[in-house]
């Protein structure tokens, strides 16, 4: 048997607003925003990775020791990964700074050797709370983030540029696009997975894995309630995210978020 959780999301625009889609040869505009079924969305995997921004984020301001620059021991089960197995130079300067335990998690692990995840034994091998949740390389998560749709009709907008020293536009450099207006509406449903009697798995607790690894480390010394985890990594999370979309620096992204259980 499975029991789920749902939560409904309703995610308003305060401003102008674009998750880009692929081209159409059929529209002229340069920049489609992203349609499915004919319907202006914000796709899932934009809202899982402004969701996991911002639980990693939660994770380091609260758990990292910023006067000594590192994790404390207790608290190293927490520490995120960094999804993707090649970092790049920045990712590795964080987690040089130890705000990030390294690669993505993944399941089955080789501890004790430097073939398949290049951690020495001394290191954790656990999934990490965002990879527990949204899932790891090989281990399914509790979290299914949903796309959120919209009824409302796109705009299309111009953009060019501009010659330094005329001022004037660059010929051949005016480019469309397309965007939502502000007070746009996106709904959709996250699901969350509280239970499942033939995996022997149940929402905000250790699982049983049999296969090489540490697992779920941060549940085992029973300060995270399934309560807790819902509330402090799920839904406050899921609020917290104030902007998604691209075209930022020109005014664009800014988001409300309301997340409730739905009925």
Not at 221 to 232: A, I, P, T
Request: hydrophobic letters at 30%; one cysteine or more.
């Amino acid at each position: 048997m499975i029991e789920r959780k749902s939560y409904a999301i309703t995610l308003t625009t305060t401003e102008p607003f674009r998750v880009g889609g692929k081209s159409d040869p059929l529209s002229e505009a340069e920049n489609p925003v992203a349609v499915v079924g004919g319907r202006v969305c914000i796709p899932g995997p934009s809202l899982k990775g402004a969701f996991r921004g911002e639980l990693e984020r939660y994770l380091n301001d609260t758990y990292y020791d910023n006067q000594n620059k590192t994790w404390p021991q207790n608290k190293l089960a927490l520490q995120p990964c960094i999804p993707g197995t090649k970092l790049l130079s920045d990712e590795q300067r964080l987690v040089n700074e130890k705000h990030f335990r390294g690669p993505s998690c993944h399941y089955p692990c080789d501890i004790g050797t430097r073939g398949k995840c290049g951690r020495r034994n001394d290191e954790c091998h656990g999934i990490c709370p965002v990879c527990y949740l949204l899932g790891a390389q090989g281990l399914v998560g509790f979290v299914q983030v949903p796309f959120l749709f919209t009824d409302i009709r796109y705009d299309e907008l111009y953009s060019a540029r501009l010659e330094r020293t005329s001022h004037t536009v660059v010929r051949g450099t005016n480019r469309s696009y397309q965007l939502v207006p502000p007070e746009t509406v996106f709904t959709g449903i996250l699901e969350v997975l509280i239970s499942d009697s033939l995996l022997g798995w149940e929402f905000g607790r250790v699982r049983d894995l049999k296969e090489s690894t540490t697992g779920d480390v941060w549940l085992q010394n029973g300060q995270w309630s399934q309560e807790k985890v819902l509330k402090d990594l799920v839904v406050d999370r899921i609020k917290a995210i104030k902007g998604l979309g691209g075209y930022r620096s020109k005014g664009f992204g800014k988001v409300e978020i309301l997340i409730k259980e739905a009925d």
